[in-house]
């Protein structure tokens, strides 16, 4: 296919969903999944880190089989993105340009507020700039879900030690999500909702807020 016909096809939505861990993500995913395939839309839903040799690299360093710096590990994020962007085989770009939807379990957003908590938000956004010059979503919805209710959540599925110690990093990481969304506000089409409330009622409120977004 040559270049002129490729841009006459019409692009796939790309939806990217963030929050802190247990938030409700891939709850409202596969909500929000099901309602489109009701609807005659065929999603592609993935996440990130991916399950591509970097992610696995993830994967196991957050598991602490191998240790690094804060530093390597927002690297790796980024590596894992861009894979994830561009791959041959199953890459967003690829997906969007033949005009499927996509909705992703995290994208650029969770770097700016998981990894500013330990280095500049300023090296973080510059560190994955290929990524959002390539893709941004056109539409990030955030589930803003209280700290105290997400690790609620994560305890009664996980047997978690340190519930403290990840209730106080989740503050943080909540506090840095809400700093990137205010810098890049000119740039970014994020909504936000209330994630501490009966999954079918943040299921509405997402369709409702997103519906009008989706060509
Ligand atoms: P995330 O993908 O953001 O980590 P999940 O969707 O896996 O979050 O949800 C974490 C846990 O909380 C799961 O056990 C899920 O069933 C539960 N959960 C998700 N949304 C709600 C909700 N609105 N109310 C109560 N429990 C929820
Ligand atoms: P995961 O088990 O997939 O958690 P969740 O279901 O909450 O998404 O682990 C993802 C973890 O990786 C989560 O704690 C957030 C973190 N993360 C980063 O630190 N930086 C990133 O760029 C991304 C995408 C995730």
């Known amino acids: 296919m040559n270049n002129t016909k490729k841009k006459n096809v019409n692009k796939g939505n790309f939806i990217a969903f963030e929050g802190i861990d247990g938030s409700g993500k891939s709850t409202q995913i596969r909500m929000l999944d099901a309602r489109m395939k009701e609807k005659g839309i065929y999603c592609y839903t993935t996440m990130e880190p991916t399950d591509s040799p970097i992610g696995s690299l993830i994967h196991q360093i957050m ?53 500013s908590v330990d280095m500049p938000m300023d090296w973080v956004i510059k560190a994955n700039e290929q990524s959002s010059h ?12 209280s700290p105290d209710t997400a690790v609620e959540r994560i305890a009664k599925n996980r047997f978690h030690q340190e ?42 409120e997402i369709w409702q807020k997103i519906k009008g977004f989706l060509k």
């Open 134 to 145: 390539i893709l941004r979503p056109t539409v990030t919805v955030f589930i803003d879900t």
């Open 63 to 115: 598991m602490g089989r191998i240790k690094t710096d804060n530093k390597v590990i927002a690297a790796l994020f980024v590596a894992d993105r861009l894979d994830h962007l561009l791959n041959d085989v199953n890459g967003i770009v690829n997906k969007i340009n033949e005009g499927t939807t996509v909705i992703t379990d995290r994208y650029y957003f969770s770097s700016y507020a998981y990894h």
């Open 163 to 204: 519930l403290f110690e990840k209730k106080s990093r989740l503050i943080k990481v909540r506090e840095k999500y809400m700093e990137a969304f205010d810098r890049l506000k000119e740039e970014e089409c994020v909504i936000k909702v209330d994630g501490n409330r009966s999954e079918q009622e943040i299921a509405e």
